[in-house]
């Protein structure tokens, strides 16, 4: 297996521009994670799906995120308009099921810059 | 406020010797905690985990030790090698995992 599939890995955009993020999970998969890394604050869940439907989008930021999963094989997270303080390193994760001893499967992350 | 705390943003030891990272939590809810391992333009992936009934698990050069009444976690890594050398990521679950902020390891040759 490829294993969680992400793109691009590199991101370089200018304040005020939309940028979009894009994960494949593992096939058979039935929850997908956004998680964003950052030196102060490590890695936070923005977003979590089960069955391409959002469960819980409590960790968004603000209502310039968003996230889609219109099928069991690919989600997005856009952010529009972007800022700088939105630079970070932003991982998608897939797991079988949900809780514990349902390893968490990441994606290598996609390095967002916004100048 | 973070829930999950790793107060060493790094550690450097020696090859062969002990590395020892800790994490404290506060949420005495969570009931299940595991370590993540991260190298460079590389996503974490899962290392050991611990349930929180026990107080010790072992796997290999890898040990995770859980003290509930001080809320408190650490890996112990023995011995030490420079491939170990990453970041290393806490993390607290209930239905979801709550990561600290990470420990960078640098294992010294």
């Known amino acids: 297996d490829a294993g969680v599939i992400q793109s691009p890995r590199h991101e370089v955009t200018e304040m005020g521009q939309e940028v979009t993020l894009r994960c494949k999970p593992i096939?058979?998969?039935?929850?997908l994670f956004w998680y964003r890394q950052t030196m102060m604050r490590g890695l936070e869940l923005l977003i979590y799906?089960?069955?391409?439907?959002?469960?819980?989008d409590s960790g968004m930021p603000e209502d310039r995120f968003s996230a889609k999963m219109p099928n069991a094989s690919f989600s997005t997270l856009k952010i529009q308009p972007s800022e700088p303080r939105d630079s970070a390193v932003y991982f998608c994760?897939?797991?079988?099921?949900?809780?514990?001893?349902?390893?968490?499967?990441f994606g290598p992350g996609t390095r967002l810059t916004v100048l | 406020d973070q829930q999950v705390k790793q107060n060493s943003p790094s550690l450097s030891v020696q090859e062969g010797r002990i590395s020892i990272l800790n994490c404290d939590y506060t949420n005495s809810m969570f009931d299940y905690f595991l370590w993540y391992k991260k190298y460079p333009a590389e996503g974490p992936t899962f290392l050991i985990s611990i349930s929180s009934i026990k107080d010790k698990n072992e796997d290999g050069r890898f040990t995770v030790f859980l003290n509930k009444s001080a809320k408190h976690l650490s890996l112990h890594i023995v011995p030490s090698q420079p491939g170990d050398s990453a970041v290393y990521f806490c993390a607290a679950q209930t239905r979801q995992l709550t990561f600290g902020s990470g420990t960078q390891l640098t294992v010294l040759p």
């Open positions: 994760a897939s797991s079988l099921g949900q809780g514990i001893y349902n390893e968490q499967f």
């Open positions: 096939s058979g998969h039935d929850y």
């Open positions: 799906f089960n069955n391409n439907v959002p469960i819980d």
